[in-house]
């Protein structure tokens, strides 16, 4: 008994010190939001929503150019090993800035009437850079990411929007932290998969389970009636929490659970939506996305004016198949996002969520073997897809590159190359691409560093492709 | 034992050489040696012994070769007065003067204690943990007669002269009966979870014997699995199949896992092996059949405690790590950076300069120093060319037999490794590789690089760095080997910061991983079958996915947690674990000890067995709640329950009915189990 006695001691010395957990923050929170809500909400919310193709999704196949020369490079490398989108296959654009025609994917279809309606653009040639980069100034060893062409590493460097080290915070999570993200109860980001892009400084996210998991369902504590005995057990294990706080790692862990339980208790309803969602990976994670929109649009107590959804789908490491499997992916994301745009205009905040996406890299122009199974390896640059109602849509974005263009060269060993494989050198930074989502969100330019270490490297930190 | 102070005649010449010593203050002196210990002659290097282990009154005091005998250890028991008893731990007699002679030569024995100024000694430092012992009554020292250098040597009193016979090492023994609490928390650092009869059986034979029966006992390990074909032949073996389960899925092992952590003799091994497992990884995402992975799972327990060389040489040509990170047909006209970066990177040295210590090295402007650059991985990545699988069937890469060389892909050329190390040009696939992992082992990173991270897998997530640097001091040289991993285990696990009945600083302990947590509260109420009457199956690792931890497949080369993981809420203390822990996962965790307290996992088509706990035990003390409470404190949390939590569960399970033992002892069990008290290693 002397040990214990030695803990109650140590615990009374520290109970003073100890800190209001869960309900207690939770309503201190709220009195602090409900004002602010009653002013602004529906006014000033801001919603972004990242979509991580996981393998590394080929931008080649994703949009195309159709005029002459240029498709006619496309093909020279693309069509004998049967990788390349027939030109009648593709769905046709006119990027209102480049002039000159180009084609999705024919999987894209939903995207395309999002392309039409205004609303969603391309971001071209992003890519993890240290400093601006040539094909001439990389083959003589200027700096360049660590670990290119590596899963991990990239998938890193994409979430952290940090290349010339090993980043320990996501831009997501640091872009939160600019906003006191738990001064609700309710964190700002709320995780559908697990990724460092959530992991700020202070910030943590909320991870929950997709759809069709209830809202009400998502944060459950299991094996609590109304037994008397229950709610003592209830009772205790709630008291639990708030004792032995003078060990670091016990308070973390009854910090976290504290959250979780009061969380549970905040996703009291499972809310409804008109929008119908396709039953996929994707669908569901953007379902559930969208009724925590609207479940914090519904509930004044939560008020949530900023939040950061981060969802993800795997299967886009195509190096063998992917002429198929890129097809079914690529229909997934356009179907799914398209629902999820839908379902903003139904909960009328469509100008005030943007979607975008995320991927490893993209992948060589060149095919990886040939026939039924060809495929593409691993590459860099890649082109990404930004939707939304705040999003100025209809255009390609970007930063020129050797051919006088935002979009690549598509030669091998040509300017744009580098190597002789087809993989596109970055004209955009990664941080470039995230800074313009981070400033419309709300990021201010003199915070710009904090969350974007390097963007001082780059010429512009707002590619304009927002309203 | 407090002793009322004796007067006793002190002879003239004692009180000379007792007023003529040097040293740190007697009395603190004794009250820090309070122990166990060998003593060891300085001159002969053989340990003080009572003859032929009597237990008799006057049996002599002799030295000995140093057996670890129990008339080799000798209990130091403070007195009031800055001296010393020494208790033999056969006899439980005192170190003697025999009849409390004066005399110069008289022979020391044991003797049943009795309060004597001859049976108390003044133990007084000479350097280097050496002491003189003078004996209170006479002021003549502890002494080996005639410097005799043999077994049997006589141990008398003689005046002090400085000689190296007089002079004896306080040699701490790691054991007597080590208390329940240490017990405890040392087989959560070293198994899977403790359970009664093992901390009874480590209380009864002690640490370091533990430790060898460990290192003795053969590995659960895994089977040697079937290769099946890389293109899953849709027709033998078609979709949602339990042979797609059974042959392209990481059930088996997983499966395996389990069975082994649960009633596994060989639980250090396992518990180190999965530990390698976090540092050297491989990853089922990619590797995608268990008989693909178990030779990697193989390798990893053959080398638990073999050298951190054979280890990394062994991985090197493992064709899963071949697979995983592109060793196998890496050309020399194209060699691939993938396993250069990440041998260096992840398994030996890090990406900074480290102290001895573990912390980094800082250059004139305070910043890290880099361990390698491009120049380096470019070499090692030319190093690492010339394999490929061994001979397998078409269609069915052998997975089973390490790779073979292909000299006609060995890049041939001279390569720069680390610390200036040139490998001449003209050497052959093994000799470079051979001399590419001595150069990576002996770069001094290594050692405390890897010490810390197992440090971190085993007993806390924050070491300090004097911790980190005497284990990197054992991984440098332990007798003269380089990184022997047996030698750097030990050190982990009979560290004073590993040992002790309770912690009591604010960042110590580690987050149970899911693995770890599943396994812990299993083996606590020894875990079988759904229906009890016979063991579990295993599978558990879908219980360990919905906490975060899909066994065999974490995300990447960059395991299931990132060991630069922050806890949150702190600016810096570590808690790699908590990579893992989110909202969700941490009421998935929860709603584990809740299936297995109240209900049980069942029997499905991928169960055959289900599991289930065993409360029997715990119902039994249901009647006192305090009992139960208390033997629940004892079983999971080593006696450190505090007073509050302690009365809380009581309440709580006091209002349960009496009537219903059962409901009381899963109460009980939910609230200790699920607290986060317990949750953390501490």
Redesign the interface.
Known sequence: MN??????L??SASACVGYALGAAAFAAGVQRFSLINALAQGLDYKALVCVFMAGGNDGNNLIVPTSTSEYGQYAAVRTAAGLAIAQDALLPIVPASLGAPFGFHPSLAELHGLWTDGVASIVCNVGPLVVPLTRQQYLAGAPRPY?LF???DQ??QWQTAISDR?G?TGWGGRTADRFDPHASGF?MIT?LS?GIFTRGQSS??????PAPTALNQ??????FGTT??E???R???D???T??T????????????D???D??GILGSNVTLATAFPNTTLGNQLLQVAKVIKFNSVSPELGLRRQIFFCQLGGFDTHQNQVNTQSNLLAQVSKAVKAFHDATVELGVERQVTTFTLSDFGRTLQPAGAGGGVGSDHAWGNHHIVVGGAVRGGDFYGVPGPGGTIFPVLQLSGPSDTDNRGRWIPTVSVEQYAATLATWYGVAPPDLPIVFPNIGQFATSDLGFML | MIRPFTARSIGLLGLIFVATVSGSPPLDAAADLAGSYELVALHSGKCLDVSGQSTDDGAPVVQWTCNGGLSQRWTLQPTDDGNVVLIAGHSGKALDVRGASLKDGAHVIQYTINGGANQEWLPQPVGDGYYTLTAHHSGEVLDVSAESMDDGGIVIQWPLHGGANQEWLLRAVVGGRPSSADVTRFLEQATWGPTPALVQHVQDVGFARFLDEQFDAPASSYPTLPLFPTTRDQTACPDNSTCVRDNYTMYPVQNRFFVNALYGDDQLRQRVAFALHQIVVVSGVDVTQPSWMSPYLQTLDRNAFASYRQLLYDITINPAMGNYLDVVNNTKTRPNENYAREILQLFSIGTVRLNPDGTPQLDQAGQPIPTYDQTTVNNFARVFTGWRFASGAPGIPNYIDPMVVNETQHDTGSKTLLNGVVLPAGQNTVKDLSDAIDNIVNDPNVGPFISKLLIQHLVTSNPTPDYVARVASVFNDAGGARGDLRAVVRAILLDPEARGDVKDDANYGRLRHPAQYIANVLRAFGAGSADGTSTSDGYLNPQSVLMGMDLFRPPSVFSYFSPGTVVPGTTGVRGPEFGLFSTSTALRRVNFVNTMAFSRIAVSANSPNGTSIDLSGMEALAGDPAQLVDALNVLLMHGAMSNDMRQSVIAAVGAVPAGTAHKRAQTAVYLVATSPQYQVER
């Open positions: 040990v214990t006695r030695r803990e109650f140590l615990q670990q590596s899963h991990s998938v890193a090993v320990q964190p995780a697990g943590t996210p909320l991870s929950i389970a998502v944060l459950v504590l299991n094996g008397a005995d709610v003592a057990r009772q205790s294990m008291f639990l929490r004792i032995d003078g060990a670091t790692l016990v308070a973390a862990t009854g910090k976290t659970t959250q979780a339980l969380i549970g």
